[in-house]
């Protein structure tokens, strides 16, 4: 099954599967960072936004949002969480907007849904073109070097008499630019159990080539995957947050 095909499918139980993710927190750090770098304004879109969260929450901030996502259904549920947002069926590797942005924001290392090094590049210089002087792009990252393919993180939920357990883990086979998110989906109801799995494809890149690509049109800065602390990237994490500006 494609990815786009499962999230097609289960766009229903999409909320429910990253319950555990705190979009408050996430949103208000890069509103923090936002505040600290950016020149301003509070025009923001979120890229790859799924079904609007945090969307919901720069909006309740006072920004004029909005959001963008390849998944019809996602944008589907994500208009009737912000009614006053606008939209847009579109690939984050190439888009366009109506008028020049204060904020682009991509969390849920949705930045690496560019697939590939050179769909990555065009994501970035769509950013760049998108974004006021001055603007910010936040968003977070996970360096291909420093991937454990035997890891994976799970959780289990509840809804309408069924039963959930979502499980997750990055794999890399430790050359080229290409991992992969494993994601597999368990949902039992009245003992009988449906399984899902997917295998995403996604660009692997470490934060040194990922520097390297953003530098031309921005200054960057890389921080400690935290959202409740402002702490400098302490070059040997394998996630982080990267801020930014446009030049």
């Known amino acids: 099954m494609s990815a786009n095909a499962l999230y097609t499918d289960l766009s229903g139980y999409y909320d429910l599967m990253c319950a555990d993710i705190d979009y408050q927190a996430q949103s208000h750090c890069a509103r923090r960072l936002h505040q600290l770098f950016g020149g301003g304004g509070k025009t923001h879109l979120d890229l790859a936004c799924g079904t609007g969260p945090h969307v919901r929450r720069f909006l309740d901030f006072g920004y004029r949002s909005g959001g963008l996502d390849i998944n019809q259904p996602m944008l589907a549920r994500a208009a009737a969480r912000c009614p006053e947002a606008q939209f847009s069926l579109q690939d984050m590797c190439d888009f366009i907007v109506s008028e020049p942005l204060d904020l682009v924001t991509c969390f849920l290392y949705s930045i690496h849904y560019s697939g590939g090094i ?10 760049h073109r998108a974004l006021k002087a001055g603007g910010v792009f936040c968003f977070n990252g996970v360096d291909k070097h420093r ?5 994976f993180v799970t959780h289990a939920a509840e809804e309408d008499d069924s039963q959930f357990r979502f499980s997750s883990g990055w794999y890399y086979r430790g050359e080229g630019e290409r991992q992969s998110l494993r994601l597999s989906i368990e949902k039992t109801t009245a003992g009988q159990t449906q399984l899902w799995h997917d295998e995403h494809p996604m660009v692997a890149v470490s934060f040194a080539e990922l520097q390297a690509i953003l530098r031309p049109y921005f200054e ?7 959202y409740d602390k402002i702490v400098p990237w302490n070059q040997r994490s394998g996630n982080a947050i990267f801020v ?4």
């Open 220 to 226: 960057v800065h890389v921080f400690e995957h935290d």
């Open 147 to 151: 991937i454990d393919s035997a890891l």
């Open 118 to 127: 050179d769909k990555l590049k065009a994501c970035i210089a769509s950013v």
């Open 244 to 247: 930014c500006v446009k030049i």
